[in-house]
């Protein structure tokens, strides 16, 4: 069966500094990978996602996440924190063939910013 | 306005009371999910709709039912609500072959 795992349920970095939050999925074939971002009191916002092709994948906010299925991996990555990235991430993989629109779920993981 | 839009908000029940959470949607389409969010467990899919005769149950479907009333409309029942369900709810919608959802903004429901 398909599954995600977030292996850091909190995370805690200064202002400015780069932020790397994990994610690992278990898929046979070639999975079709998503990051959501979830502010206080807000819905999922998509930040991006991978399908197939470049496994480097751009996002908004300055967000990018790599592929690499060596390591069945799918980590979001972001040079420079800013306060209001503040909020809980999502990890996601689409279940099935992919064209269904179900959704497997990581635990998610917080991430908190220092001044 | 939301695309997808979840009523109500936020909503405090007692245990044994039935109660219904709405989902609209704006996007025109055709697929439609009800999710379930408790902290340590991310998103968790309780029912999905791929069109309004086509209902299907999820992950974590018991204690629940749905009601697709119309392309826009898909609502969540918990037919004699219990403390263990206590959580966030999340609507999404998506397109037939598209994996990407869209999510409502959620209500919280508590149990008491």
């Known amino acids: 069966a398909q599954s995600v795992t977030q292996p850091d349920i909190h995370i805690t970095v200064s202002e400015g500094a780069s932020l790397e939050l994990r994610c690992n999925y278990s898929?046979?074939?070639?999975?079709?990978l998503f990051w959501y971002v979830q502010s206080p009191g807000q819905g999922l916002q998509l930040l991006l996602k991978?399908?197939?092709?470049?496994?480097l994948v751009q996002g908004i906010k300055g967000f990018e996440a790599e592929f690499k299925r060596s390591q069945s991996s799918f980590n979001l990555r972001k040079p420079s924190v800013h306060w209001s990235d503040a909020a809980e991430y999502f990890c996601?993989?689409?279940?099935?063939?992919?064209?269904?629109?179900?959704?497997?779920f990581g635990q998610g993981t917080t991430l908190q910013v220092k001044p | 306005d939301a695309d997808v839009t979840q009523t109500p908000r936020n909503r405090i029940t007692k245990t044994g009371k039935r109660i219904m959470l709405e989902c609209s949607q704006t996007?025109?389409?055709?697929?439609m999910y009800w999710y379930r969010q408790d902290p340590g467990l991310g998103l968790r899919l309780i029912y999905y709709?791929?069109?309004?005769?086509?209902?299907n149950k999820g992950e974590i479907s018991d204690g629940y039912s749905v009601s697709r009333q119309a392309q826009a409309k898909f609502s969540l029942s918990l037919e004699s609500a219990i403390p263990n369900q206590t959580a966030l709810y999340f609507c999404?919608?998506?397109?037939?072959?598209?994996?990407?959802?869209?999510f409502g903004q959620g209500t919280r429901l508590t149990v008491v």
């Open positions: 996601a993989v689409a279940d099935g063939s992919g064209n269904t629109g179900k959704l497997i």
């Open positions: 991978y399908f197939s092709g470049d496994t």
């Open positions: 898929y046979g074939a070639t999975p079709y």
């Open positions: 999404a919608t998506s397109v037939p072959g598209g994996s990407e959802a869209f």
């Open positions: 709709s791929f069109d309004v005769k086509d209902i």
């Open positions: 996007k025109g389409h055709d697929r």
